[in-house]
């Protein structure tokens, strides 16, 4: 048996391959995108980008159906736009093994929200395993596929930024070699969901939920650390490590599976400690059903209800109880750190577009994707953001309550692999009603937020083959859009052109950027000699091109005191001239 230093993202990945995964699929979202781009190493695995998160999982669906091995992964929003398959899928169970990936972000790293997927677990009613370092995820994803054929059911697995990002020692087995061949077999009465199906399912639901609760009892990733009797902590996860660090001495229950709640083996650990805590990140789910219980316990009392956990927060808490002393140090804790802005990337395609929607002074309605950084200044372009896909549904219903003179104003913006995510559906209802406000679909040809990935529009897969490409234009015209333009975004004349004459518009239109991403491998990339450079004399020290928030381009004080001038640093520039075309006075060259 080897072993590997392995991210929580590259062990699941493992974990998957050990224990003979057929097919996974996934939509990439930080922090679980890793999943699946170490997934395709594995050739024993078909391993797909869709569309996604609910095709993802209606795909591992199809294989469990066919009796092959199936994962889906995705971060939590994704499991939002997955829900639906998944609460079906809770009454049909499974016939191959079934394992939904849920990757939490705590803190909102990289999220429009912070909620809590073990609400899902409860609410769809499905045990949900949650890995503590890389070790566990690898061995708790092939513990899942266990599972979820002992228990005919989907089982949901747990991750977090700081598990699906931190690395770990793990050791590597064999990939399972004695599962049963997949083929068809036909059983309406289970997988075929009208009512008079779904009524005999549901009990059986039930059932199974107090049975795997039963077996939780027993059940080896559950397990008491007894020490000393006078702090007794319920956590699980990451916070488990948190805890281990700052309360040594402490006796742990340490969760590995969070839903259903092991009832016996709680009441058994409360039993032997003087105070009960449990410590959680983000919502109280355990806490409140240990509470249910009629047991005694100390929670977001102490532990913040926002945010993710650390040692230091952890021991700020029980200080609060006199168990622990106090941080001595500000680095104990969050919020000491310099601000860091988040910038879009020099040379970006994005930029010269929500230059020119600020100074033609639109009212953007955004998405999720590089270009939210569209909101910051001093580009100030983005008046809205709310989930994939909204960014359409949202402009053409705000258009609905506005004066013909205000309408005109309104642009939703959206992405290439968002829009094929969830915002064609978004034109389609925006065409078919006939609402007046203009669509501006990015496309950089790459999913580029979570990483560079493929998607359905890029001409490629997951692993790099070559693939049915997406004609954007004839594809929004299908949609009912009868007005549908392509530009470049690095033409500041025409972007400002094409957009006043779409906005101007009666009716719905789409503009669609043609600039790929600037950190694309092959053509695109940056080649040396691109860089413009400030001419020194020329410079007035105007300041229009820092209007731009290009990285690139600095401002440098006057020794003199006398006006500063700006510098383009010929590291950072790809010379994609945006800048040259802001400039009055032909000083960037």
Known sequence: ????????????????????????????????????????????????????????????????????????????????????????????????????????DPEMHSSQNEQDSRNYA???????????????????????????????????????????????????????????????????????????NARVRHPLVEERTLKLSEYGNSFAVNRAEMRSAKIGVICAGVVYQYVR???????????????????????????????LFVIEELDPFIEEQVRAMGLTVTGKEIVPLCGELSPGRIRTAFAKVGLAIAPESPAFTSGQLPPRPPNMCPGCSHRGLFYTLNRLNAYVTGDIGCYTLGFMPPLNAMDTCICMGASVSNASGIVRVLPPEEQRRVVGVIGDSTFLH????????????????????????????????????????????????????????????????????????????????????????????????????????????????????KCTGCRACLRLGCPAIEWQPAPDGKRGKAYIDPLLCNGCTVCQQLCKFNAIQ
């Open 422 to 537: 969830t915002g064609l559906n978004s034109l389609m209802e925006m065409a078919y009603n006939r609402a007046p406000a203009t669509v501006v679909i990015l496309d950089n040809r790459t999913t580029a937020m979570t990483g560079r990935q493929e998607n359905p529009a890029s001409g490629f897969t997951l692993s790099g083959e070559a693939a049915a490409e997406i004609d954007l234009v004839a594809l929004c015209r299908a949609l009912g859009v009868r007005h549908v333009r392509v530009i470049d975004p690095n033409d500041l004349d025409a972007t400002r052109k094409a957009l006043e004459e779409e906005m101007a518009r009666p009716e719905p239109s789409v503009i669609i950027t043609n600039r790929p991403c600037c950190l694309l491998k092959g053509e695109h990339r940056f080649k040396p000699g691109e860089a413009m450079e400030v001419d020194q004399e």
């Open 1 to 104: 048996m080897s072993t590997a230093v392995l991210s929580g993202n590259e062990a699941i990945a493992r974990g998957a391959y050990e224990a003979g995964v057929r097919v996974a699929s996934a939509y990439p979202g930080t922090p679980s995108t890793e999943i699946l781009e170490n997934m395709v190493r594995y050739p024993e695995i078909d391993s797909s980008w869709a569309p996604n998160e609910k095709v993802a999982l209606e795909v591992a669906i199809g294989a469990s159906f066919g009796g092959g091995r199936a994962i889906a992964c995705m971060k939590h929003v994704g499991v939002n736009v997955a829900a639906d398959p998944l609460f079906t899928l809770s009454y049909t169970g499974v016939r191959g093994g079934l394992v939904l990936v849920a990757a939490d």
């Open 122 to 196: 409860k609410f769809a009613k499905l045990p949900m395993l949650e890995p503590a370092d890389s070790r566990e995820c690898k061995e708790f994803t092939r513990l899942a596929f266990e599972l979820s054929e002992q228990f005919d059911t989907p089982v949901m697995l747990r991750s977090c930024t700081r598990i699906s990002h931190g690395k770990s020692l793990v050791e590597l087995s064999e990939r399972v070699s004695d599962l049963p061949e997949p083929k068809l077999v036909k059983d309406p009465p289970k997988l075929v969901m009208l009512p008079g």
């Open 245 to 275: 660090e700052v309360l040594p001495d402490a006796s742990v229950l340490k969760l590995g599976m969070v839903y259903p709640l092991p009832k016996t083996l709680i009441r058994e650990f409360a039993a032997k400690v003087d105070q």
